[in-house]
């Protein structure tokens, strides 16, 4: 029974250069959410799937973000030139389906970024 | 807009003493759900409880109650007899009609000294 897993757990990374993280849900559970927290400013909603699909990316603070996932599994979000003020820890949550109202959100470790 | 207030930044009591960390919460739905999750020291946030709008009865838990009013739109959430293992971030959260998004406060930084 694998929780949700986040790799890598921290990275450190110049700016201007590209990363990405990664995130494994729990087995079986269709949705995936993306959250950014930053030190003062609690847990800000990023995008979310429904399987592969993405219907919200409303959270995406600018085009430099994006976001992808396969198989209904596997998730990637990946920030390209990064900034300074993209450090922060980006947690994911895998649940049954999106549906909150029913279904709780299971979170990950998080990847704690560092752009220096 | 929804939001979502919790206006005490940092707390920090006794063991054993009693706890309440508050939320406020706007949202202009008449059906809306309201969570609390506790992140501790290890970052995973761990789920509390969730209410819908409708129950507006009071709910305890071990240790943990949650005081729902929709009168003052609040969602108070008290620990008693707090225990040293109580110390993380508290986020009081909402989701309004629309399910499948979350909308978290800023948390409240607990800390309980021995």
């Known amino acids: 029974g694998a929780g949700v897993s986040q790799s890598p757990s921290n990275k450190v990374t110049e700016k201007g250069k590209d990363v990405e993280l990664r995130c494994d849900p729990i087995?079986?559970?269709?949705?995936l959410y993306w959250y950014r927290q930053s030190l003062g400013q609690g847990l800000e909603f990023l995008i979310y799937?429904?399987?592969?699909?993405?219907?919200?990316k409303s959270g995406l603070p600018s085009d430099r973000f994006s976001a992808e996932r396969t198989g209904g599994s596997v998730s990637t979000l990946t920030i390209q030139r990064t900034q300074q003020e993209d450090s922060a820890v980006y947690l994911c949550?895998?649940?049954?389906?999106?549906?909150?109202?029913?279904?709780?959100?299971?979170f990950g470790p998080g990847t704690r970024l560092t752009v220096t | 807009a929804q939001k979502v207030t919790q206006a005490q930044t940092e707390i920090s009591v006794v063991e054993k003493e009693d706890v309440t960390l508050d939320c406020v919460y706007e949202?202009?739905?008449?059906?809306?759900?309201l969570f609390w999750y506790k992140q501790p020291p290890s970052g995973e946030l761990v789920f509390l409880i969730r209410?819908?709008?409708?129950?507006?009865q009071n709910e305890i838990s071990g240790r943990y109650s949650w005081n729902f009013q929709k009168s003052t739109s609040s969602f108070n959430f008290t620990i008693t007899a707090s225990q040293v293992v109580d110390s993380a971030v508290y986020f009081c959260?909402?989701?309004?009609?629309?399910?499948?998004?979350?909308?978290f406060g800023k948390g409240t930084r607990l800390h309980i000294l021995p």
């Open positions: 949550a895998s649940s049954l389906v999106a549906s909150l109202s029913s279904y709780e959100q299971y």
């Open positions: 087995s079986g559970h269709t949705a």
């Open positions: 799937f429904q399987g592969n699909s993405a219907p919200d």
């Open positions: 949202t202009r739905d008449t059906t809306y759900y």
């Open positions: 209410r819908n709008s409708f129950d507006e």
């Open positions: 959260a909402l989701t309004e009609n629309r399910d499948d998004k979350i909308i």
